[in-house]
């Protein structure tokens, strides 16, 4: 009867949300094929598409088949000892081969990397959805595994070897160039039992209020959340260590290790226009999520190793979990197209609820280890990476800036700020369709650009 019902629930989500998910494939597919015809001839006649109605992102010659847009799964090995428990098929449409209880499961997902795969191996697959931000598209890119998996190597990297953020950062100021085009505005948040921090607040990090967006804008806002101008590379990578070394130094005083807390770092990228045009406002979330092992082993590995702390690490280990299993209840409720996703279950998944409403880009990156000690847990990230691959967020929709907000309309009365190390509160609301001064808000379905 419960898996009856269960169905029964799946089925009536999945009918009510079925007319308007067309309705919004059918535009979208519209308006892809018109910029398709447009593109081709302007080509013909040897002119160039105007201004504000460029196409599909560089480096993304595939956009018109990505008309399901599904959450894109990457999986990547922790390096060390080869072990037979764990085998893959690296490559687009690569498997994760595993052998657990005497039973043998593969796993397929959107890419393997090798175990040996260099940082810039992986950043190759990601480029294309980060440079998408420029055009108005908004990506989310989130690390998933186990504590000591790479999550944090891979996202943010050692100096010498850096990782998805600072690559991402680099490769977005270089499609930039000098032009002053886009105006980039940046917020850090951390997420520690419960408590959502700001990693960039010019005091220390006090606890902020998740709060719904005004009813009709969609979105969450943060009250008090600080977002900062960024005006060139080196003051981002600035800004991005001030905020790491605060969550480090969080880390001295609450959680020795930083893989007890989830870190969002949020890019708008907004860019100028044409008076006659709307501008674009493209969202770049990077996330490094807590290490997703079960709370039982890391209560137990505590008091194993006589920790007088193994109750604030179980406590940890817990609000880690309820949290990521609420991360699964809302992949599960997007993925069987329910009416009611429950984004408000965790605070992690209210943060995460623009990133992942129609028309963003996600993408997971599976961190795993081939320990055999390690293998359940491996299993488990392997099937919540493959269910999290069956989520489809429909295509990408590129995002319209507010009218008030285009760096055109902002450059002359508000300077671009950002003095290394001592970063000026930006002196308006972040872009935002929900302004509230000091608050943030992720651009609500409001923000969409017509196709
Ligand atoms: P997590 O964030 O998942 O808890 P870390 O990123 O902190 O794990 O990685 C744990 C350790 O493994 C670190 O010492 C890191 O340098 C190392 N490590 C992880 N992935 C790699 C890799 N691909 N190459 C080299 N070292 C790695
Ligand atoms: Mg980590």
């Keep these: 009867m419960a898996s009856l019902r269960q169905g029964c629930g799946d089925l009536r989500g999945l009918v009510s949300t079925f007319t308007q998910s067309c309705q919004g494939s059918l535009s979208e597919a519209q308006g892809q094929v018109s910029w398709a015809l447009g593109a081709l001839s302007a080509g013909g006649a040897g002119t160039q598409l105007p201004e504000g109605q460029q196409g599909p992102p560089t480096g993304c010659p595939g956009r018109l088949l990505e008309l399901k847009g599904n959450i ?18 690296a490559g687009p449409g690569g498997t994760v081969t595993t052998c657990y209880r005497g039973r043998q499961r593969r796993f397929h997902l959107d890419w393997v990397f090798s175990p040996d795969a260099s940082q810039e191996e992986v950043f190759g697959e990601l480029e294309p959805a980060v440079l998408s931000c420029l055009q108005g598209y908004s990506v989310c890119i989130f690390t998933y595994g186990q504590t000591g998996t790479g999550k944090t190597y891979s996202m943010e990297g050692p100096p010498e070897d850096p990782g998805i953020a600072p690559r991402a950062l680099q490769s977005l100021f270089r499609e930039m160039g000098t032009g002053g085009q886009h105006r980039v505005t940046l917020s850090m948040v951390e997420i520690y039992n419960e408590a959502v921090r700001d990693l960039l607040a010019p005091g220390p990090p006090e606890r902020l209020a998740v709060r719904q967006g005004p009813a009709g804008q969609g979105g969450i806002q943060v009250a008090g959340l600080t977002h900062w101008d960024v ?54 979330h990077l996330v490094d999520l807590a290490g997703s092992e079960r709370a039982w082993k890391a209560g137990a590995t505590g008091t194993q190793r006589g920790d007088p702390n193994s109750a604030q690490r179980l406590r940890e280990a817990q609000t880690i979990n309820r949290s990521l299993l609420a991360l699964g209840g809302v992949m599960a409720a997007l993925r069987a197209r329910r009416s009611h996703v429950p984004f408000r279950d965790s605070q992690l998944t209210r943060l995460l609820q623009p990133a992942l409403g129609p028309g963003t880009t996600a993408v997971l990156l599976l961190q795993i280890s081939t320990r055999p000690e390690d293998l359940g847990e491996t299993v488990c990230s392997l099937k919540f990476a493959e269910r999290v691959g069956q989520v489809e967020l429909g295509p990408a929709r590129r995002r319209k800036a507010p009218r008030s907000e285009t760096p055109s309309s902002l450059s002359t009365d508000t300077p671009l700020t950002g003095t290394p190390c001592t970063p000026t509160r930006s002196p308006v609301s972040p872009p935002s369709p929900s302004p509230d001064s000091g608050s943030c808000s992720a651009l609500g379905p409001s923000g969409d650009l017509p196709p």
Excluded: D, K
């Design 72 to 89: 894109r799964v990457l999986c990547r090995l922790r390096p060390g000892t080869p072990c037979s428990l764990v085998s893959v098929e």
């Design 231 to 284: 005006p060139n590379l080196e003051t981002l990578h600035q800004m991005l260590s001030l905020g790491r070394s605060n969550r480090a130094t969080a880390a001295t005083s609450m959680n020795p290790r930083s893989s007890r807390s989830h870190a969002l770092v949020t890019l708008t990228l907004c860019a100028a226009s044409p008076p006659s045009t709307p501008g674009t406002a493209g969202t770049l």
